[in-house]
């Protein structure tokens, strides 16, 4: 018996249809915008470098200052490829994973940054039964230096090692916790040689704007072209072609065998919104045997003044051993925020990848992500978090999440987010892609259960961010009866950069 097809079609014909009226809405800001190119290119000026300007995000590595023929300033070598969405400087949220700036000079043409950082995280019951020995708590400090080096205005060499010492204080099983020395990033960036273009080659940073596709490190060749509004990237990449730990060789179960192959086409129009076009084409090295192709579009900005909306939807096609791929997501939302003291916002959201309902036949409905997304963001806070569950944290994959929020701003640099989720499985089924959680379900229920994060993110000192989160996951009837008691997390996170 063949899936009925309708549900993830109309969801993905409303999701285009909301992009089509948003976009009708900000075309006469698009008119102005084109009248006046110089605005357009504000955000690339040299300005920017420093925090006066940009105070908000001292982790986004600071752009060149060295101009071209033409007056437009080059492309930040540093940052990701992937185009902001917004052609001014713009509030963003702390970004652990963010680069370190590099601006405190240590020789000819060589630049110095970094930031030191602890971590503590708390993981309890996450085998929804109760056990008193099912607790981890790791701390983790974490020195990361990064090193620039621009000896002319073609050229710039960027590394950032990071060195951390995880320390457990409650595990669950007894793992020895070892030091770990590793090559975060490492890549020679060719620029100015074509007026837009800029070529990047080594370990560097993927990322799209909701970390739906890429937050991950990996080692590529990535060719890079902006003109005015418009951007295109392309490029080839690998995870870990080259060891990452310096100490320890350790292999992921996913991904690593992996050769992504990825395009992606942006457009900006009017003053905060962007949609963006996408490809991507997994080579698997190792068995030969999986090969999907993601196509989809993501879309974010303003609706109204103080109403954002999202959309990213994909379908996936391809082939896994003999069975076709052909699966199908859709993840939207909008975001009101409320004038006063506070700017109180209100958040509702909805995700639904397909799953498989006849896993026996030769045909795999079911989306998959890349393997390398992160699904994190914000909605109006300073600080990012997993907008899937801070605790369950799935893939997309076989799975409706429903999500509400609601959240303050007591001050420019600080905020809090509660945020609510409400879980189903498109087909019931034995288990939970990219989960933390050590019981799996019964597929017996669609009924997964529900989760309350509490996130809070703190940036008034300079140069010191603070994060906090909370989280407790609720299960369902997804789940056996004597797997009914909650899991609960707790993280807290203190870094200072130098720079």
């Keep these: 018996m063949h899936r009925k097809p309708c549900i993830p079609r109309l969801i993905l014909s409303a999701a285009f249809a909301l992009w089509l009226t948003d976009f009708a809405h900000a075309a006469p800001e698009l008119t102005v915008g084109a009248a006046n190119p110089s605005a357009a290119s504000s955000s690339d000026g040299s300005s920017i470098n420093t925090p006066a300007v940009e105070p908000l995000d001292p982790n986004t590595p600071p752009k060149p200052t060295i101009s071209t023929a033409s007056g437009k300033e080059p492309f930040d070598p ?38 030191v950082e602890l971590q503590a995280d708390t993981k309890r019951g996450y085998s929804l039964n109760t056990q008193p020995d099912d607790a981890t708590s790791i701390f983790t400090p974490k020195l990361s230096p990064a090193f620039s080096y621009d000896p002319n205005r073609y050229l710039q060499i960027y590394a950032n090692p990071t060195i951390e010492t995880p320390v457990a204080f409650e595990e669950t099983v007894d793992n020895t916790q070892t030091p770990a020395v590793k090559l975060n990033l490492a890549f020679l960036t060719l620029k100015n040689i074509v007026d837009g273009v800029r070529l990047q080659v080594g370990r560097q940073r993927f990322i799209d704007t909701k970390r739906w596709l890429f937050n991950e490190s990996m080692d590529a060749a990535r060719l890079a072209y902006q003109y005015e509004n418009i951007s295109l990237e ?38 905060k919104n ?34 954002k909306y999202w959309i990213q939807t994909a379908i996936v096609r391809g082939t896994d051993g003999s069975r076709h791929i052909r699966g199908e997501a ?19 959201g909805y995700a639904y990848g397909t799953g498989d309902g006849n896993p026996n036949d030769n045909v795999d409905t079911s989306f998959r992500q890349t393997g390398f ?4 963001d914000k909605f109006n806070g300073v600080a990012r978090f997993k907008y899937y569950g801070e605790v369950l944290d799935p893939r997309l994959t076989n799975l409706m999440i429903f999500t509400g929020g609601v959240g303050i701003r007591p001050g ?25 959680l050590t019981t799996d ?6 009924y997964v259960g ?15 961010q603070t994060k906090f989160v909370l989280g407790y996951f609720i299960p369902g009837r997804a789940f056996t009866d004597t797997s009914r008691d909650g899991a609960f997390l707790a993280s807290i996170l203190f870094r200072y950069n130098f720079y």
């Design 330 to 348: 859709i993840d939207v939302g909008l975001t009101q925020v409320f004038g006063g003291a506070l700017e109180p916002s209100i958040t509702v």
């Design 274 to 307: 962007h949609v963006g076009l996408f490809a991507i084409y997994q080579d698997e090295q190792l068995l030969d045997r999986k090969h999907p192709i993601f196509f989809g579009i993501q879309s974010d900005g303003k609706i109204f003044k103080d109403l």
């Design 234 to 271: 392309l490029s080839a990449s690998r995870f870990s072609l080259f060891q990452t730990d310096l100490l320890n060789r350790e292999r992921k179960d996913t991904g690593e065998t992996f050769i992504n192959y990825y395009s992606y086409l942006n457009y900006k129009f009017g003053k």
């Design 412 to 436: 420019e640099k600080t905020s809090f987010d509660l945020v609510y989720h409400y879980y189903l499985q498109d087909h019931a089924s034995t288990s939970i892609r990219g989960s933390d």
């Design 373 to 376: 997304q992160g699904n994190s």
């Design 78 to 115: 540093n940052a990701p490829l992937m185009p902001t969405t917004s052609p001014v400087p713009i509030k963003e949220p702390f970004d652990p994973n963010a680069p370190p700036r590099t601006t405190i000079p240590i020789g000819p043409n060589l630049t110095f940054g970094g930031f």
């Design 441 to 446: 379900t019964t597929g017996l229920s669609k």
């Design 450 to 464: 529900s989760e309350v994060d509490l996130v809070a993110g703190y940036q008034e000192i300079a140069a010191l």
